[in-house]
């Protein structure tokens, strides 16, 4: 089942003074299939956030069209993009993110206070996602006294709490070492059995090699989309 779909999809940035555009994506398609693990790549500058920023509903193209289950998103006022930013999109960053103030467990629960949800169901959907994330006996600590892959592992779970129809991380593996991502890319494959879709942008062959899919950008057009079928079959097999 499709789950969003981008067409013809081209985004233009203005640089200040407005005499130079900068082309950035020039015509990409692509459908993204439920359960998904989609991996982006591609040189720097190819285009790679600017599609990430796209599908996430930060920015909007400049011409094309991209269907979030059934919304035209093109079509959306600022309120209504932020809206469904809200509330579709689980978002992971390289850096983490966490607020540095709250506990593991307040940080899960910030996407739902937002949205004005009861205390007590925050508490339990975020120590769920803890208990997800293995990360329950941290619950009650700060960021800073968990390591980079607990940090990255709290924030998928936080990414988790809205039940978004796609999570997208942008480098999550980026700042870690080799073991401390084999953990992260545990976790997604645990998010790929759980049917959820995650697109993520990586400059790591291994992490491209654990996705179902990888899809090439050079210079804001897609040079190769490809189906890896023995990490589809197999999502645990390296556990
Ligand atoms: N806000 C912006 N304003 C102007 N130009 C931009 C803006 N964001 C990106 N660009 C330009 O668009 C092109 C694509 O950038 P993008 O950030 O999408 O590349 P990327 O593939 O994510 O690169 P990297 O691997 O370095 O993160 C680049 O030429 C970049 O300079
Ligand atoms: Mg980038």
Sequence with gaps: MSIASVQNLHKTYQLPGGSINVRALRGVDIDFVEGETVA???????????????????????????????VDVAQLDDDELSDIRGRRIGFVFQNFNLIAQLSILENLEVPLFYQGCPPKIR???????????????????????????????????????????????DEPTGNLDSATTAEILAIFDELRQRR??????????????????TITLRDGVIIEDARNEAAASAPSASN
């Design 40 to 70: 982006i790549v591609g040189q720097s500058g190819s285009g790679k956030s600017t599609l990430m920023n796209l599908i996430g509903c930060l920015d909007r193209p400049t011409s094309g069209t991209y269907m979030l289950g059934d």
């Design 123 to 169: 508490r339990d959907k975020a120590a769920e996602l803890a208990e997800l994330v293995g990360l329950s006996d941290r619950a009650h600590h700060r960021p800073n006294e968990l390591s980079g892959g607990q940090q990255q592992r709290a924030a998928i779970a936080r990414a988790l709490i809205n039940d978004p129809l796609i999570i997208l991380a």
């Design 196 to 213: 959820k879709t995650v697109i993520l942008v990586t400059h790591e062959p291994d992490v491209a090699a654990r996705c179902n899919r």
